[in-house]
């Protein structure tokens, strides 16, 4: 009854992934919890006796920096976001139902970094790649039915400085326990994409690695099925007689799928094909991939299509920290960014510069995003003196192979890059490593372009393009020059990776607002001006010398119609990179929203260009000195001009020119209501409203989700606002707020978004930042309802209840 219990469990808990269906013969279990964790070396971890019973017990998945203390000694240093990394250990022990007959396989999503697994004492195996996916066969060295097994993982962060930007430190994605026959569907073992397609049909290709474990030669069918939305079947091959003669082989089939159902970034129709494996009438194995049927062109005329219509791709770059999480994947967290970037009108995401977690690419194939999915940032050349450079060599082949593997089958991916400015682009290396990778990725997937994100806009100087494989040449910065690219690569087709990395804080402003402040002038000078409080103005006037303005940057790719599109840098802030500023500045400053999810002005600025809604917003804030001269902007859309009114007054109507993205208004300031109304044809479209704000007197919380999972893992963000008595946001408000919780829940994680703080995000309380902070409430197994009260001295609380349901 005990080991019927157990297997029982592993059915119920079988993940969603979609490599992975559920079936008698294929069991796949979420593995995430039941370990324990310590921070430091312990040479004897790795031995199934070793006494772990002191250690910490915890639930993956784990980033254990995010929980540490900045410090600028740190040896991530500031660029890696300034928190403590090191080495640390993992265990878990369990036991399993019988298996005989079966093969028993762990998979890790990914650890960071320089991973060694044990089992039973017996290495696995070792992954220094940090973001790559990978599993390992624990079927020769589990115990015998009922008896205890333990798995022992060292995870070595501790050479440092290893990035550029934060990484997180642990086993930071999921885990899985997974089940098969001895013949079974490989890891990642279907390939299926669609190369005839039309309104009338699509065939559907579909190749198959199958495993054979059993030692001897075997004989299976192999049954392909596609299936809608609905579950109703569509197509169906049958493929008898397969000999498996070694232990793999290779299926290939095709299916007409009549009358198709478009994947399309507005409305992504995802089907699923499921693989059965049979010897006889016993079924060996289940599998499932998600299917999308689209088609993605670069046309030299038309630029980039989907499905035979022209689309602009409007994307943005995206680091993988969740901010106060850290680099700890959560899903909801991820769906939470991807629908902050969809209301501004964001179409695809750049994976910077790494493979993502599995899980994230599944919500832009069900979202409709598409994505470009990146390999590396360094070559054989290091960036850092620790980083993969190291690896290069010998590790290269096997993760991108094992990266293609993985995400080809996402209708999300619509294109692959080979690397980000990668330093053999200037000189003859760059060719020859170009042509290896990108055959590599041409090996495994032949239906998808190719590009490296290069900077170099001179041919003769750059050895990557010169290799001659890129199908799309992309290029970060240097818009100036985009107009000679067309002559300097003729016949090629062009995207913009990076854009702008222009500098914001939220909330704050600099006057005036045409002052252009480039920080620092360039590469050979530190930064010698800037704000003794470590911020940059959201006027959109600060920037890098090797990079612009948001306006000036995506002008440029506006009025370039050869480029299929943009990733600005980047959608979110993220943890490491604070430039300009050095310590105590722990985090970015390029993001349209900021670390903890509230947008900035410019985040407006693109909701006007990528959006067909109307769009109205006013800045600055209504705080300011008397007689002092203000500069207020709108970005506004729909709309033929702006008229500006402060305190019933009207100041002026303005109207965008050709190349204009916002309008302005110099005005002196005194205390009141600014309100700006937007009209098309005469008729009001939109009116925003700006007021002065008193003292500080209330708190405000509002919950993104008030229905929550009680699974252990949902999230629901809640925005603190600080209030004056009439409601008004309070603009430079920075009083410490702290929240209590009560109910089967419990703080994740508090920001405030501001780049230069000290606090930890893991403390249950947080300092508004220009009026604003944010706590993350994560709820536990158990249902219920969850409050969280915010409290702050002098200041009337608040409460926000949430309800958990399993």
């Known amino acids: 009854m005990p080991r019927l219990l157990v297997l ?419 000189d003859s290396t760059g060719t020859r490593l170009a042509r290896e990778l990108t055959a590599t990725v041409k090996r495994l997937d032949p239906t998808r372009p190719v590009t490296s994100a290069l900077t170099e806009q001179e041919p003769a100087k750059n050895f990557i393009s010169q290799a001659g494989v890129l199908d799309v040449l992309s290029f970060n910065y240097k818009h100036a020059d985009y107009p000679k690219l067309p002559t300097s690569f003729p016949g090629q087709h062009f995207l913009a990776t990076e854009i702008a990395a222009a500098y914001e804080t939220r909330g704050h402003y600099d006057l005036p607002s045409d002052s252009l402040r480039i920080w620092p002038k360039n590469g050979k000078t530190k930064l010698t001006t800037g704000n003794a409080d470590f911020t940059a103005s959201s006027y959109d006037h600060a920037a890098p010398y090797w990079g612009a303005t948001h306006e000036a940057a995506w002008r440029a790719v506006r009025n370039s119609p050869f480029i299929s599109g943009a990733f600005v840098w980047s959608g979110f802030d993220y943890l490491g990179e604070p430039l300009p500023y050095p310590w105590p500045a722990r985090s970015s400053y390029f993001g349209l929203i900021d670390l903890a999810g509230f947008p900035k002005d410019a985040y407006y600025l693109y909701q006007s260009e990528w959006t067909d809604k109307p769009v109205l917003h006013l800045l600055p804030h209504w705080n300011w000195r008397p007689g002092q001269t203000v500069d207020v902007w709108a970005y506004y859309s729909q709309a033929d001009e702006v008229e500006l009114f402060l305190n019933g007054k009207s100041l002026g109507t303005k109207k965008k020119g050709a190349d204009d993205l916002h309008v302005m208004w110099r005005v002196p300031y005194a205390p009141g209501t600014l309100q700006a109304i937007s009209r098309h044809a005469g008729k009001t479209v939109l009116t925003s409203t700006v007021k002065t704000a008193g003292p500080a007197a209330k708190i405000e919380l509002t919950a993104d989700r008030n229905q929550l999972q009680a699974n252990g893992k949902d999230l629901s963000f809640i925005t603190v606002r600080v209030l004056d008595a009439a409601g008004n946001l309070v603009p430079d408000a920075s009083n410490l707020v702290r929240f209590t919780v009560s109910g089967p829940g419990f703080v994740a994680g508090v920001d405030n978004g501001y780049q230069a703080s000290m606090e930890s995000f893991k403390v249950p309380e947080r300092k508004a930042y220009n009026g604003m902070a944010l706590a993350i409430i994560q709820t536990t197994d158990k249902g219920g309802q969850i409050t969280m009260r915010a409290e702050a001295e002098g200041l009337a609380g608040a409460s926000v209840a949430l309800q958990s349901k399993p």
């Open 8 to 426: 029982l469990l592993l059915l119920l808990s079988v993940s969603k992934a979609s490599f992975g269906a559920p079936s008698p013969a294929r069991v796949t279990a979420d593995f995430n919890k039941g370990w324990k964790f310590y921070l430091g070396d312990e040479a004897g971890a790795k031995d199934a006796a070793f006494n772990d019973a002191a250690w910490r017990k915890l639930t993956l998945p784990h980033d254990w920096s995010i929980e540490g203390k900045f410090d600028e000694k740190n040896p991530a240093k500031p660029e890696g976001g300034g928190l403590p990394t090191g080495i640390g250990w993992y265990r878990k022990t369990f036991t399993l139902p019988t298996t005989a007959g079966r093969n028993v396989f762990i998979e890790f999503d990914g650890v960071y970094k320089r991973s060694e697994v044990w089992l039973n004492g017996h290495s696995l195996g070792f992954r220094p790649n940090g973001y790559i996916s990978f599993r390992y066969e624990l079927t020769p060295y589990l115990r015998p039915t009922g008896q205890p097994n333990v798995l022992a993982v060292r995870v070595d962060n501790s050479a440092q400085p290893d990035s550029r930007w934060y990484t997180g430190s642990g086993i930071y994605r999921n885990v899985r326990l997974v089940t098969t026959h001895q013949v079974a569907v490989d890891e990642w073992g279907t390939f299926v994409s669609t190369r005839a397609v039309s309104t009338q049909a699509a065939t559907v290709t579909v190749q198959t690695q199958l495993r054979n474990a059993t030692g001897k030669p075997q004989t299976v069918t192999l049954e392909t099925v596609v299936l809608d939305k609905n579950g109703q079947e569509v197509a169906r091959q049958l493929t008898s007689g397969v000999k498996l003669s070694s232990t793999a082989a290779t299926v290939a089939q095709q299916l007409n799928l009549k009358t198709p159902l478009f994947w399309s970034i507005t409305k992504p129709y995802l089907y699923r094909v499921r693989t059965t494996v049979l010897a006889g009438k016993t079924i060996e194995d289940e599998y499932e991939t998600t299917l999308g049927v689209r088609t993605c062109v670069f046309d030299q005329q038309k630029g980039f299509l989907l499905n035979g219509q022209p689309l602009r791709i409007q994307g943005v770059n995206q680091h993988h920290d969740l901010g106060a999480l850290g680099a700890a994947v959560n899903v909801r967290a991820m769906e939470r960014q991807l629908q902050i970037l969809r209301a501004m009108g964001c179409n695809a995401i750049r994976m910077s510069h790494n493979p993502p977690a599995p899980e994230l690419l599944d919500l832009c194939d069900r979202m409709g995003f598409l994505v470009m999915d990146e390999a590396f940032d360094m070559w054989q050349k290091k960036k850092n003196s620790q980083d993969y450079h190291l690896d290069f060599k010998q590790w290269h082949q096997r993760d991108l192979e094992d990266q293609i593997r993985r995400d080809r089958n996402h209708p999300s991916v619509f294109i692959w890059s080979i690397g980000n400015e990668i330093r053999e682009q200037f």
